[in-house]
């Protein structure tokens, strides 16, 4: 977004004073924050107020970021519902402590996470003309050789932290778009169930974002057993979301020609737009780091990831009948 090396965030919860919040986003996106959102400037204004009281006065909370674009993100996940903003805050800042070695020392410009960017397993390809962020991952590209489930996550995690402090992506949501082309065995064999819960309870309801659609593309069928697993651990909403194709042809209807990468014969070129996310990852590092400084009371929230294992009746359901149907190679 800007130039500038991002600035440190502080995390006292009840600073003097405020930055004025301004919306610098284009028209498009005011209007689709309105009507997707309900979000209108005194709603926001106020909303602001009420989650920077509620930080300042909450028992649990003893450091956390108070700017606006932060609190943006949990206001505009919940569609401006403060309460929902609020469970959604404790929900993410309990996470990042209960599982430090997921989420934690975030650490962009490490070697093995830009060695990552430049393999090119997942990248965001533009914006379509609803405002949704088209994310493609070619889930193959992640090398497995090398990058263990942890590393893996934390690799999702700083790529979504990076995204989430943008204003559009918080608005618009998400469109992913997942090759599985090219992957192998090891790629599906080395998550363990606790690994698969984790991913789910973090993409489906702890990190504020706002995922519109999942399309799938060639599902190798040793994979479906997995697939069906994590998404035993998914909300009912997630798995109507995802739509499953046995070919990149089919999937590729789906998309705005103009976000087609050129691998798919389309104008984007995925060695540029890499380029440019490896220049945002680098930016972002003191960013990223700095949400280590916000501090929960991990012991009130633990009984959040005590629960028992996947509900046995639901790991066949959901949406493994769409992944049978396919006759996938």
């Known amino acids: 977004q800007d130039g500038m090396a991002a600035p ?15 919306f610098t986003l284009s028209a498009k996106f005011e209007q689709l924050a309105r009507d997707e959102l309900r979000e209108e400037p005194e709603i926001r204004e106020q909303s602001l107020t009420q989650l920077r009281d509620w930080i300042a006065k909450h028992p649990y909370i003893r450091k956390c970021r108070t700017d ?6 949990f206001l505009r996940f919940r569609k401006f519902s403060v309460p929902q903003a ?7 800042l309990a996470m990042r402590q209960t599982f430090p070695d997921w989420f934690q020392k975030l650490d962009s410009t490490e070697g ?3 060695q990552t960017v430049d393999d ?14 088209l994310v493609w991952i070619r889930f ?17 995690m700083i790529f979504l932290e990076v995204l989430l ?15 599985y082309t090219d992957s192998t065995l090891k790629h599906y064999g080395m998550w363990g169930i606790s690994d698969l819960k984790l991913l789910m309870d973090a993409v489906n309801r702890s990190m504020p974002i706002r995922i519109r659609e999942i399309h799938a593309v060639k599902l190798p ?10 998404l035993s651990f998914a909300t009912p909403k997630f798995k109507e979301r995802i739509t499953c194709h046995s070919t990149v042809l089919e999937s590729k209807s789906h998309f705005d020609e103009s976000l087609w990468p050129k691998q798919y014969g389309g104008p984007q070129d995925s060695v540029e737009l890499n380029r440019a996310q490896r220049k945002l990852f680098c930016e972002k590092r003191d960013a990223l780091l700095a949400l280590d400084d916000m501090d929960i009371d991990v012991e009130h929230y633990s009984s959040l990831w005590s629960q028992s294992g996947p509900n046995n009746s639901d790991i066949d359901g959901g949406i493994a009948g769409c992944f049978r149907k396919l006759n996938v190679d």
């Open 8 to 22: 440190k965030f502080a995390v006292d919860k009840k600073p003097s004073n405020f930055e004025p919040y301004r």
């Open 68 to 73: 606006a674009v932060f609190l943006l993100r």
């Open 86 to 92: 609020q469970a959604a805050i404790e929900r993410y």
């Open 112 to 114: 093995s996470m830009l």
């Open 120 to 133: 090119e397993p997942m990248t965001v390809v533009g914006r379509d003309e609803a405002g949704r962020t």
């Open 140 to 156: 193959g590209r992640f090398n497995v050789e090398k990058l263990n489930p942890i590393a893996i996550f934390r690799y999702l």
């Open 165 to 179: 402090d943008d204003e559009e992506v918080q608005i618009g949501g998400f469109r992913v778009w997942t090759d």
């Open 221 to 230: 069928k040793f994979a479906v057993a997995i697939a069906n697993v994590l």
